[in-house]
């Protein structure tokens, strides 16, 4: 993992490679980068491509999902708790959101379930 101070990441020296080092010793690279991340410079355009191992990478993709769905169900909350606030809101019937030909197949599915309750709460 790399640190992250002031909204900037920070590493070593040792994580920096020119996009030359990387192409010509890219066995040496994924190596590495399954330990730490190696950072790819262009001499022109400064670090332009990051090298992650895949555990890494798979660790930052699942924590970054996890983040933006606790971040909407703060929103929905929010949104919510502001809507329970206000004395003049109206509901909005379920049949109304999904459309009254959709709702009507709603209701025949849940009529017609195999399983019934007491067989489903056992």
Known sequence: MV?????KLVFGREQVLTSTQASKNFGEARRRARREPQFVSDRNDGIDTVIVGFEEFEAMAVELEQLREERLHAIAAARLAQG?????????????????????TMLEAEATDPISDEELFE
Do not use: M
């Open 84 to 104: 329970d606030a206000d004395s003049n809101r109206k509901g909005i019937p379920f049949s109304y959101t999904v459309g009254r030909e959709r709702f009507e």
């Open 3 to 7: 640190a992250v101070i002031d909204n």
